[in-house]
């Protein structure tokens, strides 16, 4: 059950105007101001503030006491907006988001990979609202560069232990039964900078190797059957990429006639060429690595594969120095996306306190709130839709008072399974690992309304 | 509907050899009425109650869809190699031809013992004699040990050559050939003081090389996290209250860290409950509304490979600003064509800044009574642009 935070706890001043501090205004500005010279309030508070304070500022002249005060430029005096005539239709062929919101980019964490065809880059989740990631901001993983390729050019084969090997054309994919599906696709590494310290100080860098999108595609499934795979010893499948890499990776037959897809689209348009476009592997729950982009071929087979990524990377190093091999569900996991380490909060007051969950093994069941640091937990609430293997979100209220408190979510999944600490996953593998860190995360917020990137276990 | 779909397992096959859907082999038996189809008939009948299940349940299911896959593309593209050496072409090649390759192709990455750390991470060094003998490489166990190197973790001989055979050079995978990739794996492990220096290697001794690699022991395959029924490798408790004594921070970023991701003011919306921390300045006292005087709000950055901004078109311009809902190329609309204004101020020296003050401001007279609304936001460079495409003719 999600729990309320008690109507009484809530400042009375939640919703209004916030007071601005004394100061603010000299006595010569104020002096300024009860002269009626309010081009001196836009001056000061439109350009020295910027748009983003102009409350400020009205609370600012308020708090002042300024007799002059008749109310906000940005209502007494009618913008441009409201006053000419705006952009026709089709302006723009294909829209882009706000000149306002450039601030929301894809980005690189510094020193982290030295060659940029062999990168990632992480999905600004501090900026992003329910559960389905833009295509623009999806996060990327290449590990040759990527291509914009030829979809009438582009084929996709199935060979192996089947009775009839076949070619497909995008022609002929589009012509099959579709699903769309709504599924999380989460790197290996994401949190993998964190094994051992905290290292990162945003949770673009921290958990940004995560999107979500709703995919449409083929399952494959009905691919394999069509092409009459060998039930008795084709226990495993082997995705191929048709990019420079080729990207291999082995997918037990199990979860390859469970819910994969052979995508072609993503969010209600084709893939973006950096997530595979044309055409690439859409297997939930299974990291993301094993989501083959430009796929071009599945094959089927009676033994796992042993490609380059499941025998020297996406491995996990124990402390006996031994390595796990296939260990490519990703289990549950959580993160407060608002407020998170980088952000500074306005001021004391009321805030919703936002997050996402996610589990590789279905749906998320309960998500906890802690803001003492994990001493004592409250449920949040769980927004619609709760799917499978998908991002869930989730709220909860909170009122700041302005003491230095930590913050940390908790998820559970419908296995039962809740998300560890880290030291418990310490205590299993050690602090060299780098892949599957699916540990609860801590955000520290400071007195100064500043929140970083902490760890408590 | 989804109740009724009868579906014929696949290898019982009603029609074998032949595409047609059931539907036209009913037809077909109800022409010819052989008795052998009676039976058929029945049931052909009762599903045809289903109508479009049919379909679903032939044997083709999606006629007309896809193509037998012929050997020679199910060889070109099916070059995988497993670890039990499935797949593995044949041919051989020298430590010594692998030294040629390594130097004109593979040095300049990786350096030319395989040691650099410069441009990826290194494929040599951490292994011992020992290794070779135990099938366990020590250095793994060492928490103090700097890097994991490719010959430290590879277990199967077969994933290098199949990396090196699909993806390798770095900026032209799929160009060696079958015996360089053999000469290349092999000057690699000679590197690592695995082969000897007079080594050929080939497809016929590829197993007991691989019994030579010194991780070859050391990579567990764990099924936990890779059966859809398995489970986690940790079990945490979802206590409510009173769960811990005592909060303890054992990590953070150091404050010299601060900015290494850049200003995080520029990575976060502008408005909303929070702003980003502005990372050129040591960290605050207050909040920041709480704050004497507010940062000034960082301007949303120019997205890196954005193109500065440019003048748009005079045609770019006039759609911007609907001029084209009252002018037209050719003919008048509710204002003058733009081959009109042309050829009216085709001998005027100063037509252009008449004309970039006309739409600037307005009016009406010139052409008829109806008035062109102003303009007054577009700026001189825009103004200019656009009166000169329209004196142009709009061209």
Redesign the interface.
Known sequence: MPTKYPESTVPAQTGRV?K??E??LSQAQIAEVQAGRRDFLRGVFAS??????AT?GV?AAQAAGVSGFKGDPNILELP?HTT??G??VA?LGYGTPS???????R?E??GLT??SAASVSFC?L??LFGIITPNGLHFERH??GWWDIDPSKHRF????LVR?????TMD?LM??PSVSRMHFIECGANTGMEWG??????V??THGMLSCCEFTGVPLSVLL??C?FDKVKGKYI?A?GSD???M?RTI?M??AL?DCIVAYAMNGEMLRPENGYPLRLVAPGLQGVSWVKWL??I?V?D??????D???HY???M???????????Q??KSVIT??SG???????GF??VSGLAWSGRGKIK?V?VSF??????RTAKLETPVLTKCLTRFNISFVWD?SPC?LQS?A?DD?G?????IN??R??????SIY?NNAIQSW?L???????????? | MGAFIINVPANVSLFPRRRESNFVEFRKCLQTWIPACAGMTMLVLFLGIVGNALAQSAPQKFPGVGRAATPAEVAKWDIDVRPDLKGLPKGSGSVARGQQVWEAKCESCHGAFGESNEVFTPIVGGTTKADIESGRVANLRRADFPQRTTLMKLAHLSSLWDYINRAMPWNAPKSLSADDVYAVTAYILHLGDILPADFVLSDANMAQVQNRLPNRNGLQKYTPKWDVRGKGDVTNVACMQNCKQEMKITSNLPDHARDAHGNLAEQHRLIGPVRGADTTKPAPTAPLLARAALPAVAVAPTPRGDPPPAVPSGAALARKHNCTACHAQASKLVGPSYAEVAAKYANDANAVSKMMEKIKIGGSGAWGVIPMPPHPTMTDAELKALAEWALRGGK
């Open positions: 916030l601005a501090p100061h603010f020295a503030l910027a748009g983003a304070s400020a609370a441009e000419g005539l952009s026709p302006a000149k306002w919101e450039k601030n929301l980019q980005r964490s510094p030295r060659v600004p501090q900026g590990h040759q084969m199935i060979n192996g009839n090997p076949k070619v497909y002929d012509r099959l310290n905290v290292a990162v100080p945003t673009q860098y059957e069509d009459g082997l191929e420079g890499s080729s291999t037990s199990n979860r469970d071009r071929r094959e087979g033994q796992p594969y042993g490609s380059k499941e025998v020297l491995i996990d190093l402390p006996d120095g031994t390595h796990r091999q296939y260990t490519s569900i289990e549950c608002t407020p980088g952000q500074t909060l306005l001021d004391k805030y919703n309960r906890d003492d640091g994990g001493q004592n937990w302005g930590v908790r559970i296995t399974y809740v998300q560890p600490k418990q996953l205590a299993v593998r050690g602090t060299r599957h520290k400071a007195a100064s309304g500043e929140v970083s990137n902490v760890q408590v276990y």
